[in-house]
């Protein structure tokens, strides 16, 4: 699930991103007047990922797009009071889910600010990829790319 996405580039990264480790159901959640699957752009960087991208359907809310999920886990580079997982431990903990046929999400926020403190919350937990400072985040497509792989590799060694 992307969350006010509002570069296109990004929208089209994430669906190849998904579709190269498996992954098919992306969703859009507000996104920007720009970071729309339709985008120019967005079909561009999407490729051989059309079918992903052209299916994401666009809801207005995270609540809306959660109807339906068993355990959701936010992406931050914020740890907040919870406390977060490792990349490495979310997959894990993912895919033991997954096995017990539960319904799963994992939610990037947008590229500027990510997930606000309102919508981590709407989520069962959070994950963190560990980065080496001072650079704080990385780009949006990016993050699905890691989290897609992380989820991609537990899977074939569970």
Do not use: W
């Not at 809801?59 to 068993?70: H, K, P, Q």
């Not at 931050?76 to 999400?105: H, M, W, Y």
Request: one cysteine or more.
């Amino acid at each position: 699930i992307l969350v006010a996405p509002h570069y296109p580039e990004n929208v089209g990264a994430a669906a190849r991103a998904m579709k190269a480790m498996g992954f098919s159901r992306l969703v859009l959640v507000r996104p920007g007047r720009l970071g729309r699957p339709e985008h120019p752009m967005a079909i561009k960087m999407a490729v051989k990922s059309l079918d992903v991208l052209e299916s994401a359907p666009i809801l207005e809310s995270l609540e809306e797009a959660l109807l339906g999920v068993d355990f959701s886990m936010a992406t931050s580079a914020k740890i907040g009071n919870r406390g977060a997982f490792t990349l490495r431990t979310g997959a894990v903990e993912l895919i033991r889910l997954a096995s017990r046929g539960l319904q799963l999400a994992v939610i990037f926020g947008n590229e500027k600010s990510g997930l606000s403190d309102a919508e981590s919350a709407l989520c069962d937990a959070t994950v963190r990829i560990p980065m080496a400072a001072p650079q704080p985040s990385i780009n949006l497509a990016q993050a699905c790319q890691l989290v897609s792989y992380e989820l991609f590799a537990t899977a074939l060694e569970a």
